[in-house]
């Protein structure tokens, strides 16, 4: 079955092939061949496929208005309420569809009309989506009923109602049965104002945290919005492995808004209730608490708190809430730079109207670490400070407040501490996924591997769906050595978020330590396609670096350097390729590279990457008791560190000790690190003619 059937005159069968292109490149299926099989009929095929199709695209034009065949197949999708008409030539559609608005493509394909395609595209993804809706009505349920006598009831979207273990090749955590309060919030089918469907998805957002404050398991909303458009219940069920689904509809308008919701049992395909509720823009922060309330008096599963923590304070004023909702929007719609940018904004609108607004401050908090995460720059990690602070002073109970605290601390090399925050937040919020990646990444910085392990692994086991855990799992496993484990966490993780540039470089990155290097690349230019990204330019330079190609690795870093000039890993990069061209500046990225590892070791004295990294720039500028006392400082911070082994051989071979690089080399293998990657390095080049680094970097 195809999601979309168009129609459309044989006569412009040539014209409209470019439409088809368009909706395919967004991954629809279209039905547009009108050739038959043998032993098929005309009628037959048309009623197969508009039967099935979640949407009907009608092409107006001067032949199609005269096709009564566009007719009738027009009409059957009217009647279906999944017509979506557009004309290619100035005419008007005949007079029962002219209540229809009709998409002006006049002139197309001679006429591009890049904006309107682009809304074609959002009108069939919305569509798509209520038709997938529909089939979770109500009146869908009592239609199947009459059609189909089960007793009690009718299984929807397939033969089983949903299926179990799926994805073996991520191990035995992806086998776990659907918990019983685990749910996922469908994307709210939005209708208003295109510039404020962040009120919807902001909507959507709190009431996922609302529900994970009294033990509910929600699923990433990441995720959710990686699930085809057409998907079922049993792929719902499949994909998210949860036992509930809340599907609905935020209706805007100058009056206010209205909120329509059902909640499907995935494992039955029952509907279990219908709500809907109506308020004006003033009066939003009740109707979150009212929804919040009645979806979970409604699941009725036991909770930890017997509190109300879980509302949003009565007193937060309207307009401070609606731009909280926007920061979480852009927030959670990835980790680029511009949502980072747009969230900032938003948030920082909310303070203005409401500075003691704490759910605010642990936003911007969030916002500024992920800033600092990304860009290296110190300034960023002191405001985040700052916003930690304020949330803690006046919501210290706040999930969202602890592990932003908990994640300062780990940013500052406090991992005792740090622990503690995430363990107070995992105590607050089982389902969080957020906590147990947080006390992995505490427990591995301590170098507890083998309960860090377990963390990273249950936080893929709560929160399934959630990328960012595979994600976080993966390189943990990278660091430790398992490169094939880790690819295949990495493929996972992008397979539940298509669209992330950084699931997409983070996989590209597996693919080189697999010495998979043109694999590689590929990944890395799908997410430079997505986003101009440091890390993937950096990535992408060292690609060309181990394939001696140092123009080109001085092209990317040079790019990387443009984009984040304060991260000091590519400065070093950049210097490495330049010093091996014997290029003028090679020198002054050293000290610049040096300059800001010690801006971050200001942070965390600790920082074991930031240590080692600053030894081997002390060694290229010359400077041999400084390198070695940093170097010495890394390797009994991080003794079982591949990457740490790495830069210690770097360094050593640097000050002229060639058989201290070869110990080194040998140790970084022996913790994981690919031996092809080493024999491929230029770096280590020099070495190739002693017997002693033929021997390390051998199979065995």
């Not at 000091?568 to 950049?574: E, I, K, S, T």
């Not at 009994?636 to 058989?659: F, K, Q």
Request: hydrophobic residues 45%; glycine residues 6%; contains cysteine.
């Amino acid at each position: 079955m195809a999601d979309i059937f168009l129609s459309y005159a044989s006569e412009d069968r040539e014209r409209v092939r470019g439409l088809v292109g368009l909706l395919e490149s967004h991954g629809w299926s279209v039905w547009w061949d009108r050739s038959l099989k043998p032993g098929e009929t005309w009628p037959d095929v048309i009623e197969r496929e508009l039967s099935r199709a979640g949407c009907v695209v009608v092409v107006w034009s001067n032949d199609a208005i005269g096709s009564h065949w566009v007719r009738l197949e027009a009409h059957a999708a009217r009647q279906r309420q999944i017509l979506v008409p557009v004309a290619i030539d100035s005419v008007l559609p005949p007079d029962e569809f002219t209540v229809y608005q009709t998409l002006d493509l006049a002139g197309y394909p001679s006429n591009t009309h890049e904006v309107q395609l682009q809304e074609l595209g959002a009108v069939v993804r919305t569509q798509l989506r209520r038709a997938r809706r529909r089939k979770l009505m109500p009146w869908a349920a009592a239609l199947l009923l009459l059609l189909v006598p089960v007793v009690g009831g009718v299984c929807w979207g397939s033969d089983a109602c949903f299926a179990s273990g799926v994805h073996d090749d991520v191990g035995e955590v992806a086998q776990v049965l659907p918990p019983e309060n685990s749910i996922a919030i469908l994307e709210f089918d939005y209708r208003g104002a295109v510039d404020e469907i962040y009120l919807a998805r902001g909507f959507v957002d709190l009431l996922a945290a609302q529900l994970q404050t009294v033990g509910y398991l929600v699923a990433s909303q990441i995720a959710v919005a990686a699930l085809p458009d057409n998907a079922d219940i049993a792929l719902i069920h499949n994909r998210l492995r949860v036992r509930w689904a809340l599907d609905g509809t935020f209706y805007q308008s100058p009056a206010g808004v209205r909120v329509s919701a059902q909640l499907v049992d995935l494992e039955t395909g029952y509907q279990k209730n219908n709500w809907s509720f109506d308020a004006t823009l003033s009066d939003m922060v009740a109707l979150q608490n009212q929804f919040a309330r009645t979806v979970i008096e409604e699941l009725d599963v036991p909770t930890r708190t017997l509190d109300e923590s879980w509302r949003i304070s009565p007193d937060v004023q309207p307009d401070a809430y609606v731009s909280h909702l926007r920061g979480l929007d852009s927030l959670g719609r990835g980790q680029s730079l511009a949502d980072i940018d747009a969230a900032e904004a938003a948030f920082a609108d909310a303070l203005r109207i409401a500075p003691d607004f704490a759910l605010a401050h642990a936003g911007m908090c969030r916002t500024k670490l992920r800033r600092y995460e990304s860009l290296r720059s110190v300034e960023y990690f002191e405001e985040a400070r700052r916003h930690c602070d304020q949330a803690l002073g006046l919501n210290a109970s706040s999930v969202e407040t602890t592990l932003a605290i908990g994640w300062l601390h780990q940013y500052a090399g406090d991992y005792l501490q740090a622990r503690n925050m995430f363990e107070t937040a995992a105590a607050l919020d089982a389902s969080s996924a957020d906590a147990h990646v947080g006390l992995g990444t505490a427990l591995e910085a301590s170098g507890e591997f083998a309960v860090a392990e377990t963390h990273f692994a249950q936080a893929t086991v709560v929160q399934p769906g959630y990328w960012i855990a595979h994600n976080r799992f993966a390189m943990f496993l990278i660091r430790r050595g398992r490169n094939e484990d880790a690819l295949r966490r990495f493929e996972f993780a992008l397979e539940l978020a298509p669209s992330s540039p950084a699931a997409l470089n983070n996989l590209g990155a597996a693919l080189m330590f697999a010495d998979r290097l043109g694999l590689a690349v590929q990944a890395f230019d799908r997410s430079l396609e997505i986003e101009q990204d440091a890390a993937t330019y950096n990535n992408l330079g060292s690609v060309y670096f181990l394939l001696h190609d140092f123009v080109g690795a001085v092209q990317a870093y040079q790019r990387a350097v443009e984009l984040s000039p304060d991260d000091y890993r590519f400065h070093a990069n950049l210097a490495d390729s330049m010093a091996l061209l014997d290029a003028v500046g090679a020198a002054r990225h050293y000290e610049i590279a040096l300059g800001l590892a010690d801006d971050l070791l200001s942070i965390n004295a600790d920082d074991v990457y930031a240590l080692s990294s600053a030894g081997a720039f002390h060694a290229a500028l010359g400077q041999q008791q400084q390198a070695l006392e940093r170097m010495t400082r890394a390797l009994e911070h991080a003794p079982h560190d591949p990457e740490v082994r790495r830069v210690a051989a770097v360094t050593y071979l640097r000050l002229g000790s060639p058989d201290a690089a070869i110990d080194q080399i040998g140790r970084a293998i022996e913790l994981g690190y690919p031996r092809t990657l080493i024999a491929q390095d230029p770096v280590f080049e020099e070495l190739s003619e002693r017997d002693e680094f033929s021997s390390a970097i051998s199979s065995p």
